[in-house]
């Protein structure tokens, strides 16, 4: 089956949610044929690069849609990346091709209780998920962020409970969401677990539910967003080598 052509969006406008992440609200002609309920749905954005250069490819979250607009969060480095640099220059009137979306990658909801657990790549589609859970939901959401200013304000139900972990510099061994999830108290029943984050994290993470918790795989969505101080074709790599063996 042959792939959509990337539809062309123009920026509408960007706006800085906190201190390390952006907001950019992409519409115009190219949403017109943009499937509606894609929350949480992963797109492909495709950055521009000097002269002949083939343009750099990064994966997005939809964080928001409306009739004619969706909102994409980019967390904002120091040390700019294709993606980031693009979205702080991003002003109105701006266009970027934009492929997808690709399918929803949502927290199983036949679950006692729920654990969500991610660093700022992951909060759009954490904000998401938390958004869908049934009001009477118990639970914990665990999240890594560079500053205590990028701790946000993310409506959920009142017994599920949301923990922010502030961690400016990147674990390499991959502990530090780990970490804290062994400090939760750990409730009854079974648990729905989805948990997005740098891949040495995941596999920590991944380890712990399997090997120490037992959980059982169909409840278990654990994926990486990215890797230290890796190209994202150098990640895509490492993850097709880790499926194999993992």
Known sequence: MNRPAPRKLDVIRTDS???????VTLGGEGLNNFPANQESSY????????GDARSQVRTYTVRQQRANEIDVDFVIHDVAGPASAWAA????????????PGPKKEISPEADWFL???????????SVNIASLPEDATGYAVIEVLDKADIQALPHPENFELHWVVNPITDPSGNTLLGRVRQLSWLKGQVSVWAACEFSSMRVLRKYFKEERKEQT???????YWKLDSSEE????????????S
């Open 234 to 245: 150098q990640h895509k790599q490492a993850k097709r080598e880790d499926s194999e063996v």
């Open 89 to 100: 220059q991003a002003t109105p009137g701006d266009s970027i091709l934009v492929g997808g």
């Open 17 to 23: 949610v906190t201190p390390h992440m952006l907001r």
């Open 43 to 50: 797109i492909k954005l495709m950055f521009p690069q000097p």
């Open 218 to 224: 169909h409840q278990l969505y654990i994926s990486s």
């Open 116 to 126: 969500l657990i991610g660093d700022m790549t992951a909060l759009p589609a954490i």
